[in-house]
């Protein structure tokens, strides 16, 4: 029943059918593939903690979201796929894609990053935002890391972290002497200046430390991840202000092969969630924190203090010369300080030319 | 040649044509449909003025990448579609799918828009940015505005304005007596309080209006702004601090049938693209500003000016009036500007306890 050219009319049906499907799948690629590809990413952070860890998962349903289900992030917690300060290392040889981290974790691989991640009596969020996106701070950043294979997303900023728990007062600089103090990033090398013996240690490890007298005192983030780190009930004071990480930022950190894999649509999608997850970071913190640390004053007796004046000097003093240090041997740190510094007195100009007095109603 | 059965087979082959080819359709339809719909945006401002126009082109290019094509906006200048003023009932009618604002303009209309779009004397941009994402600033809006049929994004934020241009010094408040100013939002009702003439005038119009004396000054908005129209060839100086509008809320006024008609990943793809807009916004207003105002006065000769101490203790003082009789008059406003004193009561717990002194390389 069949004839040759019957057959070739259905052969030729079979190939309009394929064409037609091909056709129609790259159409549609034209603005999303339906191709969901799932990415593993090594966070520095235990992976529910409040919001240093959470903010990992917002910015996952951002970017799941804004590249219509085409990047998928599958967050691990410190220690999950590698332990936490082996984040940056697994992300540069590609044996993780991604990383979630606190930058300033990286001062010993990518000195800028210990300069950007949190800069000691530096700018708070406001200025630093405007630095990194207007000021060229995340072009510097992609020279500096691209070096080592990576795309670096600085995609959250902290607001400015406590100074620290401590068990005895800081009333002179001399006080610091001796001292044993998990502290992270370029502020540790200020302490130590000062003579403090200091120690990076990720989160999941301080309570311990600090508990069996490995350590005499420590900060760590914001007073509502403080909590829940538990350090209020093996500490007496709670000191400010944060002069060491007036600012922080913590990035996600993408494999540079596979950053660029990515079809340049899904590069601004990922970009357009990482900078509305910085919004969404900037929002959040500040009005949460007074409460936290009332209710360590009440339930926990904790006593909230203010460094004095002159450690404060002593802090800045050693700062600046920390800062020169780092500077004179990496060209990374050099520019980017200078460009912080030369963005910042821009910005100030701005805020103090429009300050309002302040009035009783504030 | 042909045969029935041969026929039909080709009949079947047609329809497994149609049928996969819808299939392929509805399965990537899942994560994006291929229907792109172009809304017009109608805008309060001239299409390509530098960041308040021009933020509505990044944020309608942020809207198309994260919805994956399928919202795409053209934004038409004020005049082009209805007139500046006429925007907000344009989108409530659905006459016009979407609107671009300065949200304060709708004051007469929506009480608490007045209030929220730039409140005398209140918070800067980060405070009222953490306000409306994590304070219920936005939930307070979508109520006010919901009456009205209209869905308010709120995907811009103005650094604080200038306190204006002026042909005569203000020395005393007084000199704000009989004075004809070009002033928008809740800071107007603040000068007519201490007896000038105020009204609101869209960009295009104040400078002929300022040029024939139909005015005698005019604010509008930053340096760069102002800049492009042309206000410091004909006024002499150039006041500060801008107390009406210490931050400055930039609005998508959405239909709300049209905001319903997105599916909530849409939605989602829309809110991410506004965040991220105010986020852009935040970051490159603040380096620009001193230069302009150097470039005014060495080029333009421009005298910049700060209110004294008097006159603006008596703009505060009718500020807190005004505020105090519109919320008598508005349920909106009275929760809004309490939600936002106590907002900014614990934002400014946490900024005083965390203030560093100021060192000499700051």
């Given at each position: 029943?069949?004839?040759?050219?019957?057959?070739?009319?259905?052969?030729?049906?079979?190939?309009?059918?394929?064409?037609?499907?091909?056709?129609?799948?790259?159409?549609?690629?034209?603005?999303?593939?339906?191709?969901?590809?799932?990415?593993?990413?090594?966070?520095?952070f235990p992976k529910n903690m409040i919001f240093a860890g959470e903010s990992a998962e917002h910015?996952?349903?951002?970017?799941?979201?804004?590249?219509?289900?085409?990047?998928?992030?599958?967050?691990?917690?410190?220690?999950?796929?590698?332990?936490?300060?082996?984040?940056?290392?697994?992300?540069?040889?590609?044996?993780?894609?991604?990383?979630?981290?606190?930058?300033?974790?990286?001062?010993?691989?990518?000195?800028?990053?210990?300069?950007?991640?949190?800069?000691?009596?530096?700018?708070?969020?406001?200025?630093?935002?405007?630095?990194?996106?207007?000021?060229?701070?995340?072009?510097?950043?992609?020279?500096?890391?691209?070096?080592?294979?990576?795309?670096?997303?600085?995609?959250h900023?902290t607001?400015?972290?406590?100074?620290?728990?401590?068990?005895?007062?800081?009333?002179?600089?001399?006080?610091?002497?001796?001292?044993?103090?998990?502290?992270?990033?370029?502020?540790?090398?200020?302490?130590?200046?000062?003579?403090?013996?200091?120690?990076?240690?990720?989160a999941?490890?301080?309570?311990?430390?600090?508990?069996?007298?490995?350590?005499?005192?420590?900060?760590f983030s914001l007073p509502v991840i403080d909590n829940t780190l538990?350090?209020?009930?093996?500490?007496?004071?709670?000191?400010?202000?944060?002069?060491?990480?007036?600012?922080?930022?913590?990035?996600?950190?993408?494999?540079?092969?596979?950053?660029?894999?990515?079809?340049?649509?899904?590069?601004?999608?990922?970009?357009?969630?990482?900078?509305?997850?910085?919004?969404?970071t900037?929002?959040i913190a500040?009005?949460a924190q007074?409460?936290q640390?009332?209710?360590?004053?009440?339930?926990?007796?904790?006593?909230?203090?203010?460094?004095?004046?002159?450690?404060?000097?002593?802090?800045?003093?050693?700062?600046?010369?920390?800062?020169?240090?780092?500077?004179?041997?990496?060209?990374?740190?050099?520019?980017?300080?200078?460009?912080?510094?030369?963005?910042?007195?821009?910005?100030?100009?701005?805020?103090?030319?429009?300050?309002?007095?302040?009035?009783?109603?504030?």
């Amino acid at each position: 029943m069949k004839n040759r050219i019957c057959e070739t009319s259905q052969a030729n049906f079979v190939t309009a059918l394929r064409t037609a499907v091909l056709t129609t799948v790259i159409t549609l690629g034209a603005t999303s593939t339906a191709v969901a590809d799932t990415y593993d990413v090594a966070s520095t952070f235990p992976k529910n903690m409040i919001f240093a860890g959470e903010s990992a998962e917002h910015l996952a349903k951002l970017i799941e979201n804004t590249t219509g289900g085409d990047v998928t992030l599958n967050i691990h917690g410190a220690g999950d796929l590698v332990p936490a300060f082996e984040v940056l290392n697994a992300v540069s040889s590609g044996s993780v894609p991604m990383g979630w981290d606190f930058m300033g974790y990286w001062g010993g691989t990518i000195p800028v990053a210990g300069l950007v991640g949190a800069l000691p009596f530096g700018p708070g969020p406001d200025v630093i935002n405007g630095w990194m996106w207007d000021g060229g701070g995340h072009e510097i950043l992609m020279r500096a890391y691209g070096e080592i294979n990576v795309m670096p997303l600085p995609c959250h900023i902290t607001s400015p972290e406590p100074g620290g728990w401590f068990n005895t007062e800081i009333n002179t600089p001399e006080d610091l002497r001796g001292l044993k103090m998990r502290i992270a990033g370029m502020g540790g090398k200020v302490m130590e200046r000062l003579g403090a013996s200091t120690q990076q240690i990720p989160a999941g490890e301080i309570y311990v430390a600090l508990e069996r007298g490995r350590i005499d005192a420590t900060e760590f983030s914001l007073p509502v991840i403080d909590n829940t780190l538990g350090f209020q009930e093996i500490a007496k004071y709670y000191y400010f202000p944060g002069w060491h990480q007036p600012s922080t930022w913590q990035t996600l950190l993408v494999n540079l092969e596979v950053w660029e894999g990515f079809k340049p649509s899904t590069q601004d999608a990922i970009m357009t969630a990482c900078m509305a997850n910085v919004n969404w970071t900037l929002a959040i913190a500040p009005a949460a924190q007074g409460a936290q640390i009332q209710t360590f004053v009440k339930e926990n007796g904790t006593q909230v203090r203010r460094f004095p004046d002159a450690v404060l000097e002593a802090l800045h003093a050693a700062s600046i010369d920390v800062i020169a240090e780092e500077a004179a041997r990496d060209a990374y740190v050099a520019e980017a300080y200078q460009s912080i510094q030369d963005y910042a007195a821009k910005a100030q100009y701005w805020k103090d030319i429009q300050t309002l007095p302040i009035f009783d109603d504030k």
